[in-house]
């Protein structure tokens, strides 16, 4: 099965700018693979950051975009704040309907 | 706005079958999306189970095909899921949602089941 591959671990300073990746082990990301990009904290469900590429969801903050770069897809949130402090998923959408989530980043703010 | 509520037993035992359902309210399961099932192992990631339409298709993940079942009941407005022979490996809280795009959206608060004898 593909493997989507995000940064285990990325740091940001309060009021920087970061970009977490979303990748595969083989191959390029592109529109078709159509991400989504989710927010959890400890002990809480996934938040929806973006879909569709780069749709925010509702009340989801305009420091977090989301595009493809390159062959990744990215989350980039300009101006971090602390409490983006959490662990962020993407997720790709490969053949016959089937969805697969990368392993996650954990952002330090 | 959506929400979902899963339920289910918090203890099933190994080999046994795991069933949660999902309620779905502020919305019609025969809306047009399509309705997920993702699982979260203890301090671990994300894993999508699977995915259902109201008119009964449905994707799966490959790893776990084998085992699983999941079905939508429109006159209930709710979704379920069955997951058979399991393990300790599927202990996890187990997530329903609504899809936005081509993954979930929309999450219910997930439940924690443990498989354990």
């Known amino acids: 099965q593909t493997v989507v591959t995000q940064e285990p671990s990325l740091s940001v300073s309060p009021g920087g700018t970061v970009a977490l990746t979303c990748g595969l082990d083989s191959g390029s990301v592109s529109n078709d693979h159509n991400p989504s990009w989710y927010q959890q904290t400890p002990g809480q469900a996934p938040r929806t950051l973006i879909y569709?590429?780069?749709t925010r969801s509702s009340g989801v903050p305009d420091r977090f975009s989301g595009s493809i770069l390159g062959n990744k897809a990215a989350l980039i949130i300009t101006g971090a704040q602390a409490e983006d402090e959490s662990d962020f998923y993407c997720a790709l959408l490969m053949g016959s309907g089937i969805s697969v989530f990368g392993g996650g980043t954990k952002l330090t703010v | 706005q959506v929400q979902l509520q899963e339920s289910g037993p918090g203890l099933v035992k190994p080999s046994g079958t795991l069933s949660l359902t999902c309620d779905v309210s502020?919305?019609?399961?025969?809306?047009?999306?399509?309705w997920s099932w993702v699982r979260q192992a203890p301090g671990k990631g994300l894993q999508w189970i699977g995915e259902i339409y109201h008119s009964g298709r449905t994707n799966y993940n490959p790893s776990l095909k084998n085992r699983l079942i999941i079905s939508v009941d429109r006159s209930k407005n709710r979704f379920s899921l069955n997951l058979a022979s399991v393990t300790a490996a599927d202990t996890a809280v187990y997530y329903c949602?609504?899809?936005?795009?081509?993954?979930?959206?929309?999450w219910g608060q997930g439940t924690l089941v443990i498989v354990s004898s």
């Open positions: 569709s590429i780069s």
């Open positions: 502020g919305d019609s399961i025969s809306s047009g999306n399509w």
């Open positions: 949602a609504r899809d936005s795009g081509s993954h979930p959206g929309y």
